[in-house]
């Protein structure tokens, strides 16, 4: 230790720019099926990345190697300037600064909300259970169910455990937010409520990676768009760009369908 | 009419048995919480010996097994487990060994049935907290599993406590035996039965009952 900082910044004592997630030319088969091909994408500290694409295309399994829940066949993945570790504790720790919200919630059943926020806390940042309650009442509170702390996961609606959801992502502190399509199991009426808490987000300079068709989420949040099709990056470009003038054939197609129905 | 009772240890008797249940169930449990784990744990060895270790053992009959405890572990491999001298401790312990490698099987079986049931989701979700294996399986896997074995689990258990009259072969003192003494000495054959059959439904009956209402109690929401 240098002993100039004792905060957690400790550990990134690199430039402050820079880039927070590095892929590249990254491969993965699922089978005979190649699911990434050669990607290179490079996403900066507090920049917020909107993936989308059609279905198969492969964003999820992107989404699930920056962690490594899904391992790659060749290529490199960086997080924060380290290269991603192999199985084992480095691995769990690498995890623990990548922040991950699914599709289907998955918060822990047999565990209330405050537990589902605190479990990371105390048994992967080793913090004592009066501050991880404190600053998962804190979270709770940022992300609008409070007053659902001592439920069950089940007895919540999809928004709020998609919130829930968030809160304890959020609750580990993470470097970057990776979001699986984290609207597209919600009644429509519910969906602005969690969009909402992912735009203060991408307000209060969080790094996301967010797997979306919501438009109007990319447009007021994103910083750029990143679409694919068949394991392929095939365009990227802001918002504006992507949504009003595509390039691509294959992204023309996409909007198409998803403009009109 | 109970007169023929005089003589025999009927509570001692029972008492054994209750023993060996209480035993042998703590040991399945631990044993086959293990194994259930070892069965969906990313190493395929330890994947392929909990594989192989059920698929055999459950195909044995138990009698084998308690017998060869006897007879393979303790009279040739000289497998004492501290009570050489003492040849009914060491057949009592034989037997606990037996049964809970027995029963070991059936309740890693249950278990697993059980993880089946908790959503792959979940998992994820916790490694991607951070938690490694252990951790996943010990917080959010296996608490979950139990919760909703409950019911399996008592089947396997009480099955556990009426084949501890299978520890009789090697000459445990538990019911079973006394049950043969009784009827090879007395004449009152139906008699000493019933009491036998109502001695054991009075071990089992508040074992299910009393697991059937942890099982609403603990049951997890979904
Ligand atoms: N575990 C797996 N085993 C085999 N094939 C898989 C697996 N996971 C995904 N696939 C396949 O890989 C391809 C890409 O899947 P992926 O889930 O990444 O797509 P996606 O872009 O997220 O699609 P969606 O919009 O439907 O969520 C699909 O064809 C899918 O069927
Ligand atoms: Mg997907």
Redesign the pocket.
């Known amino acids: 230790m240098s002993g100039v900082s004792v905060t957690k910044e400790t550990d990134d004592a690199r430039p402050a720019s820079g880039d927070l997630v590095v892929l590249s030319n990254v491969n993965k088969h699922?089978g005979a099926?190649h699911?990434l091909q050669d990607i290179d994408l490079t996403i900066a500290r507090g920049e917020v990345v909107v993936v989308i694409?059609p279905?198969?295309?492969?964003?999820?399994?992107l989404c699930r190697a920056i962690n490594r829940l899904e391992p790659i066949d060749s290529g490199s993945i960086s997080l924060d300037g380290k290269p991603l570790p192999a199985e084992g504790k480095e691995l769990a720790r690498l995890r623990a600064d990548v922040g991950m919200v699914f599709q289907s919630f998955n918060l822990f059943a047999h565990k209330t909300v405050l537990e589902n926020v605190t479990l990371g806390q105390i048994k992967v940042r080793k913090k004592d259970k009066a501050l991880a309650d404190e600053f998962a009442r804190t979270l709770l509170d940022r992300v609008g169910v409070a007053n659902q702390a001592d439920k069950y996961p089940a007895q919540l609606s999809g928004g709020q455990q998609q919130r829930v959801a968030i809160a304890r992502a959020l609750a580990m502190e993470p470097k970057v937010m990776l979001f699986d399509?984290p609207t597209s199991a919600l009644d429509p009426e519910m969906i602005n409520e969690v969009l909402e808490v992912m735009q203060q987000l991408a307000r209060d300079g969080m790094t996301m990676v967010v797997v979306t068709h919501e438009m109007g989420f990319a447009r007021s949040a994103a910083n750029r768009v990143v679409f694919m099709a068949d394991g392929q990056i095939v365009e990227e470009a802001t918002p504006e760009q992507f949504f009003t003038n595509p390039r691509s054939d294959r992204a023309k197609d996409f909007l198409s369908k998803i403009l009109h129905h | 009419m109970f007169d023929f009772l005089e003589g025999y240890d009927l509570l001692g008797a029972f008492w054994v048995t209750v023993q060996l249940a209480v035993f042998s169930g703590i040991g399945s449990l631990v044993l086959g919480t293990i194994l259930a784990a070892m069965r969906v744990s990313p190493v395929p060895l330890m994947r392929g010996f909990a594989t192989v270790y059920v698929n055999v053992v459950r195909n044995i009959p138990l009698t084998v097994i308690i017998v060869f405890a006897s007879l393979g572990l303790a009279d040739i491999f000289g497998i004492t487990l501290g009570a050489a001298d003492d040849f009914d401790a060491l057949s009592f312990r034989l037997a606990i060994l037996g049964l809970t490698v027995y029963t070991a099987a059936f309740v890693c079986e249950a278990i697993r049935s059980g993880i089946n049931t908790v959503p792959v989701g979940q998992a994820e979700a916790a490694r991607a907290i951070g938690l490694n294996f252990t951790q996943v399986l010990s917080l959010i896997v296996l608490p979950q599993a139990f919760r909703s074995v409950i019911g399996p689990l008592t089947n396997v258990l009480i099955a556990l406590t009426k084949n501890t009259t299978v520890a009789a072969a090697i000459g445990v003192a538990e019911a079973a035996l006394l049950m043969k003494e009784m009827i090879e000495n007395e004449s009152q054959l139906i008699l000493i039965s019933a009491i036998f059959a109502f001695g054991f439904v009075v071990l089992t009956l508040p074992t299910g009952l009393i697991l059937g209402w942890v099982a609403k109690r603990v049951a997890v929401k979904r």
């Open positions: 699922f099926l699911v694409g279905s198969g295309s492969g964003k999820s399994t399509e």
